[in-house]
Structure formats: C-alpha cells, structure tokens
C-alpha cells in the first residue's frame, strides 16, 4: 500500500521569506500524481500544485514550486514570497495514475505559520 | 458554479442515532468520494464512486453506507453513530481518473 510521510508537524516563516514542506512517499508503482493541498481555518481543501510522475519538469505555481526527486521518493514544496494568507495545513497526497480508485494518499499534514 | 456542495457544516448526534450527510455536485463530475478527517492524520477514503450505480469501498468503510443513484448526488450515511465517528466528513469529485479532485466545506459531525 502506498504510504505518504510528512515528518514536519509544523513549520514558521516569515513574511516574504521562503519554507520549504518536506514530503516523502512509498509506492511500487512508476506512474503516479503528487499533490499539494492547502487547508485555510475555513477548513476549505484548496489544490495548490500538481505534479505527474513521468514529467521530469518540476511544477511551478506562481510562488509554488516543488522538488520531486523520483529515485528518493521525495516531493518537497517551496514557498516563495510568504504571505500571511499562507497560514494553513499542507497536505501532500498521492494517486495512482491508473485504476479507477478515487483513492488519495495523503500524510499527515505540516501546519504553516506565517509570522512579520 | 456550485461546485461540490455537503450539507449539514455541522451537526451533533447521539450515540446509536442514524443520519445522512448530503454531497451534491454540479459539475457531471463521474468520480466522487467520501473521507473523515482525524486531528493528526491526513484524509482516510471512507467510500467512493465511479459512477452512478457504482460504489466501492474505501480505507474505512465500517459504520457507513453510500449510494449512487444520481450522477450529481452521492449521499453518505451513518447507520448507527458512535462516539469514534466523531470528526470532519469531506466529499470530492473529479470528472475523470486523471482529473483535480474538488473538495466540498466539510461537515464537521460530533456524536456525544
């Protein structure tokens, strides 16, 4: 079964400088997604950044971008520019890229604080 | 647009009362999902769909049932609640396997 380890519970930053949110995963499988979810207090699950297994371009979003290192299983998201409005959860979450299973992995979560 | 809509946001049972959590979406999305959300742990797939007509079971099925009568509607009940029950109900849809899951607000369920 396909596991997803955030081994950071919580994180700061402060504004306008730059965190970067640890993730690493387990899987058997060579094609997959990896995902970035934010979750505000609104409690809102908002998609941050995606990322295909077989591209070997790291995503980017504006002042998101990741570092996914196949071989080491590892998927870390950057964070430039904080803002205040970045204070959230951050959820990394893996999917299958084959199956009909709606099935997303998702660790435990890194609670980001965003401080002046 | 809507999007994926869950009603109740919030809700108290007690223990052994049955309810329905409400998921709908708008969007023809074929794929929907249900998941709890613990303090200290990600999102656990409770059920899901591929279609209407078609359910499966997810991670953590035991003490829920779904049906799939609709496209739209993918509702999600509690048939006995006990206190472990307790914690934040999610529901998503996506339009294909390969698609962006959206998520709904939540429903935040308290069983005493």
């Known amino acids: 079964a396909q596991t997803v380890t955030q081994s950071q519970p919580e994180m700061s930053v402060q504004e306008a400088e730059t965190v970067t949110l640890s993730c690493t995963y387990d899987?058997?499988?060579?094609?997959?997604?990896l995902f970035w979810y934010k979750q505000p207090p609104s409690r809102q699950m908002i998609l941050v950044i995606r990322?295909?297994?077989?591209?070997?371009q790291n995503a980017t979003e504006n002042r998101f971008s990741v570092n996914f290192q196949k071989a080491a299983k590892s998927f870390s998201l950057k964070i430039s520019d904080s803002q205040l409005g970045d204070a959230a959860m951050y959820f990394c979450a893996y999917r299958d890229f084959t199956g009909t299973a709606s099935k997303l992995t998702f660790g435990t979560g890194t609670r980001l604080q965003v401080t002046l | 647009n809507a999007g994926v809509t869950q009603t109740p946001k919030f809700q108290v049972l007690k223990t052994g009362q049955s309810m329905t959590l409400q998921c709908a979406q708008d969007m023809n999305h074929e794929y929907m999902s249900w998941y709890r959300q613990d303090p200290g742990m990600g999102l656990r797939l409770i059920h899901y769909s591929v279609g209407a007509g078609i359910t499966d079971q997810g991670e953590v099925p035991n003490g829920y049932n779904v049906s799939r009568s609709t496209t739209e509607d993918f509702p999600l009940r509690l048939l006995s609640a006990a206190p472990s029950q307790t914690s934040v109900y999610f529901c998503?849809?996506?339009?294909?396997?390969?698609?962006?899951?959206?998520f709904g607000d939540g429903t935040r369920l308290s069983i005493l």
């Open positions: 899987t058997s499988e060579s094609d997959y997604y």
């Open positions: 990322q295909e297994a077989y591209k070997q």
């Open positions: 998503a849809s996506r339009r294909g396997p390969n698609q962006p899951q959206h």
